[in-house]
C-alpha cells in the first residue's frame, strides 16, 4: 500500500512552516495580513525548530501550533473529496481523526532536518476565496524552493489550507490519492479508514 501524504508534501509543508521570520504589524489589506499571518506563524515554529531541546520535545510543542494555524479538519475535508458526502458521520468523525494523526506524522517526522534554514516572504495574490503567499525556502547546501501557502479566513481567523511545493498543491494530490484508492476498494471509505489507522499503527 502506498504511503499516505507523499514525503514531497510532507518537507514542503514543514520547511515552510518551520522558517517564518518576525511578522510585522498586521495589515489592513488581505494580501499584507496573509503575509504576516505566515510570518507570525513560522516564527513561533523556528524557534521551536531551532531549538536545543529533544527531538520529542520539539514534536510536543509543535503540536499545539499546528492545530491552532493549521485548519486540518478543512484539508481533511478537501482531500476526501466527492467521498466526504457519501461518508457516515461516524466515517467522518473517524476519518478527521486518523487524518490529523497522519498530518502530523508526516511532518513532525522531519523537524530534525530542518536546522538552518532561511527563507523569503514573497508577493501574495488571490486563490479564489483565499489568499497564496509565495516564498522561497533555503536549506543549507540546497537550492532554494518555491512554495506557496494558501490562506483562508473561512474559519474566522486566517489558516494555513494548502501547501504548493514543486509545483502540486498537498491537499489535490491527496484528494486524487485517497479518490483512487476508496475507487479501487469499492467506493467503501472504510477501507481507507483501516489503510490509514494500520500507517498510524506502523508510525515509528
Not at 509543508?13 to 495580513?33: E, F, H, I, K, Y
Not at 520529542?56 to 475535508?77: C, F, H, M, S, T
Amino acid at each position: 500500500m502506498q504511503r499516505f501524504i507523499p514525503r514531497r508534501h510532507a518537507l514542503a509543508l514543514l520547511a515552510a512552516l518551520a522558517t517564518m521570520p518576525v511578522a510585522s504589524a498586521w495589515a489592513v489589506d488581505a494580501g499584507a495580513q496573509a503575509r504576516s499571518f505566515v510570518t507570525m506563524f513560522g516564527n513561533k515554529l523556528v524557534g521551536v525548530v531551532n531549538s536545543d531541546i529533544s527531538l520529542e520535545k520539539k514534536k510536543q510543542d509543535i503540536l499545539p501550533l499546528l492545530e491552532q494555524y493549521v485548519d486540518v479538519d478543512a484539508i481533511g475535508r478537501y482531500c476526501l473529496g466527492r467521498y466526504w458526502r457519501t461518508a457516515t458521520p461516524d466515517q467522518q468523525a473517524r476519518y478527521i481523526k486518523l487524518f490529523h494523526q497522519v498530518l502530523v506524522n508526516a511532518i513532525t517526522d522531519k523537524i530534525g532536518d530542518y536546522r538552518g534554514v532561511t527563507f523569503v516572504v514573497g508577493s501574495s495574490a488571490p486563490s479564489g476565496n483565499d489568499t497564496a503567499v509565495s516564498t522561497v525556502i533555503n536549506r543549507p547546501g540546497q537550492p532554494g524552493a518555491d512554495t506557496q501557502w494558501i490562506i483562508s479566513t473561512a474559519s474566522g481567523s486566517p489558516k494555513v489550507v494548502d501547501v504548493v511545493g514543486e509545483g502540486a498543491s498537498l491537499r489535490l494530490t491527496q484528494r486524487q490519492d485517497y479518490g483512487s484508492f476508496i475507487a479501487r476498494n469499492g467506493g467503501n471509505v472504510d477501507a481507507l479508514l483501516r489503510a490509514l489507522d494500520k500507517q498510524i499503527a506502523n508510525h515509528h
